[in-house]
């Protein structure tokens, strides 16, 4: 991962064009910069690893631009179940319930990301606690769309047994 200035980054990623993100969706521009400023932003190549398996889970990622694929792992297996594209968040679920990564990230196209540490998270809540509420319901909501996903999925291999 290489990282990118945020202006270098805006030129890429407009502001508009954020703020129609899924996870950035209804924040202030105020608190976007916030992010943008406190966060790390990232330019990823294509099959380029994000975190692996067992990695420490104190961040996570907003994509800005690109696609990164998530591989599961369980019982030795390792399975792709999630494509996160522009506006999507990767790593979330590790951050907020507090444990080491369960899978590998991988770029599947040369992409660019915004990293939220935990303390940036924090930092996010005291100083931006309304748009703070919007984000989590926002993050919630991407874990919902998520959850859902993996359940059809798990229907389609079932039926097909």
Known sequence: MTPISKAEFIQLVP????RSASILGAISEDAIEFLLERGCIHRVQKREKIFGYGDRGNTFYIVGQGQIDFYKHHNGESLLTREAT?????????????????????????????????????????????DFGIITLNLARDMARTLRSLANSLVDVSSRL
């Open 86 to 130: 522009f506006g999507n968040e990767l790593g979330f679920v590790s951050m907020i319930a507090l444990h080491d990564r369960t899978g590998e990230a991988y770029a599947h196209e040369d992409s660019l990301l915004i990293e939220i540490s935990s303390d940036v998270f924090a930092s996010f809540h005291e100083e931006f606690p309304f």
């Open 15 to 18: 502001l508009e064009q954020l």
